[in-house]
């Protein structure tokens, strides 16, 4: 699996790369109302809009993710409890002699 993630990995870098010599060009970039304007390799501005949207991405599943990350905490905080109090049976409990045991299991 390893070699195929690193295999996907140098096919994705080398098509990158192939992008980037091909797109070499200067593009101007500017911000309609305000006055600011820059001029930008394309394959530049190509790879800051994908930065951008995989920070973006990132942040939204993050945040949508965050009910589920409340109710496993919720969760893990009742599991310890119900094992602290199974514990706490336990230990409340008699010990069984083994005659007991066999008695209890033919049922006299």
Known sequence: M??????????IGAVAIWFALANRADVTVSFAPLPVAA????????????????????????LAAARHRGTARDTKRRLVVLERELDDLHD????????EAQSKLIGR
């Open 39 to 62: 001029d930008l390799p394309l394959y530049l501005l190509v790879f800051i809009v994908f930065v951008l949207g995989v920070l973006a991405g990132g942040v939204s599943h993050w």
């Open 92 to 99: 409340q409990r008699a010990p069984v002699t083994p005659d």
């Open 2 to 11: 390893k070699t195929l993630i690193r295999v996907f990995a140098v096919a």
